[in-house]
C-alpha cells in the first residue's frame, strides 16, 4: 500500500509539472512566461501549430499589426513576445521576454484581438522583435 502511495504521488508530481501537463492545469490567464514558452516548445512541431502559425503570420501581415503604434521606434532592445490564445478564439495574455516602453506597446496592440479558433488550447505564438 505505501509503495502505491509513493507511486501515485510521484505520478501527480510528473504531471503536474511537466509542461504540456501546465498548458491542461492553468488557465491562460494564470500562465508564467516560463510557462507559456514551455508550452509553445512543446506544441510549436506539431502539424496542426504549423499550420495555425502559418495563417496567424499571414493575418498578421494583412492588417499590419506589428507596425501599428509605432512600437517598433520605442525601444532598441530585441525581445520576444508570447501570445497566448485561449480556447475563446481572443489573444491574451500577452507576454514579453523583457520589459519597458516597447514590450508594453506591442503587449497593447495584440491583447484581447479575437483571432481564428485554435486547433488546441492554450496555443502559443512566438514573435521575435529586433
Not at 496592440?109 to 492554450?122: D, E, I, N, R, W
Request: aromatic fraction near 10%; proline fraction near 5%.
Amino acid at each position: 500500500m505505501r509503495v502505491l502511495r509513493k507511486f501515485a504521488a510521484a505520478t501527480a508530481a510528473l504531471f503536474l509539472f511537466s509542461p504540456v501537463a501546465l498548458s491542461q492545469v492553468l488557465a491562460p490567464a494564470q500562465m508564467t512566461y516560463e510557462q507559456a514558452l514551455n508550452v509553445w516548445e512543446t506544441t510549436k512541431d506539431r502539424e496542426q501549430y504549423q499550420s495555425y502559425a502559418q495563417a496567424f503570420a499571414q493575418w498578421n501581415n494583412h492588417f499590419q499589426l506589428d507596425t501599428r503604434n509605432g512600437c517598433y521606434a520605442k525601444g532598441k532592445e530585441p525581445l520576444t513576445i508570447l501570445l497566448v490564445i485561449s480556447d475563446k478564439a481572443e489573444i491574451g495574455p500577452v507576454m514579453s521576454s523583457v520589459g519597458g516602453e516597447k514590450a508594453e506597446c506591442f503587449r497593447l496592440t495584440y491583447l484581447g484581438l479575437k483571432v481564428g479558433a485554435p486547433p488546441f488550447s492554450p496555443l502559443v505564438i512566438r514573435l521575435n522583435i529586433e
